[in-house]
């Protein structure tokens, strides 16, 4: 499933939500989740502590509108991947930014020495 959901505060928050609750409940297998780099947000830090890997692009995601308009963000994005393939998310994905796979099972204290292989920066 791809979510690019409404970036108001309020509407964002609940898709986030329903969409952790969904994966978690094994309604949804996996997802895409494309969004504003709001870190310090509740709802980044539930997507944090529940995606299987996530993508930073370098460069801010531009958006096209079939009239040609385009829409330039203030803010850069961050992609979250829900599911179990995180090797074809990482193929897919890998020329868009940085990346870390075993994202929502880090704990914030733990130095690179200590995660496992798959859990570094790739």
């Keep these: 499933m791809w979510l690019n959901p409404p970036y108001s505060k309020e509407l964002l928050a609940?898709?986030?939500k329903k969409l952790i609750d969904?994966?978690?409940s094994g309604q949804i297998m996996?997802?895409?989740?494309l969004v504003n780099k709001f870190i310090d947000s509740d709802w980044f830090q539930a997507a944090c502590g529940a995606c299987a890997?996530?993508?930073f692009?370098?460069?801010r995601i531009y958006f096209k509108h079939r009239d040609g308009k385009v829409d330039r963000p203030l803010n850069g994005q961050?992609?979250?991947?829900?599911g179990k393939?995180?090797?074809?998310?990482r193929t897919v994905f890998k020329a868009v930014g940085a990346g870390f796979i075993g994202v929502g099972s880090w704990s914030w204290e733990a130095t690179s020495a200590q995660?496992?292989?798959q859990q570094r920066a790739w």
């Design 14 to 16: 609940q898709f986030v």
């Design 22 to 24: 969904e994966h978690q």
């Design 30 to 33: 996996a997802a895409v989740l």
């Design 53 to 55: 890997a996530v993508r």
């Design 57 to 59: 692009p370098r460069d």
């Design 78 to 82: 961050v992609i979250f991947y829900f």
């Design 85 to 89: 393939d995180v090797q074809t998310f």
């Design 115 to 117: 995660l496992r292989p």
